[in-house]
């Protein structure tokens, strides 16, 4: 039985998607935790360096995978990353880079949790 309080990802979508198939869910967090941090240090260092373009590809591409894992609060925040790439002229997103830092370590640490757990989410 799994204990631990998820805070920011909700893995129940997931689940029910694969039909409650534990093990295709893991291999999904498991395929996240493989990809994802390469995305985010990409998307990090367009940010840092207010490349819009490469803002919007890295963040359109991680909003994509943080949803299908049920990281909701990273979603909405990676799709407002995206929006402010794509305005005339396009806004930085340096000031929310921290946020997006925890958030994310958050999301990974969580999703590593749900890998290694033996028990359905609850």
Known sequence: MNDHQYQHINPEPLLDAMGGDVAACRHMFGTFLKSAPATFARLDAAIQQDDAVQVKREAHSLKSTTALVGAGVLT????????????????????????????????????QHYVDQVGVPQ
Not at 96 to 103: A, D, F, G
């Open 76 to 111: 909405e925040m990676l799709k407002a990353v995206e929006v402010q790439s794509r305005a005339e002229p396009p806004q930085s997103a340096v000031a929310s880079l921290p946020e997006l830092r925890t958030l994310f370590t958050a999301v990974v640490a969580e999703a």
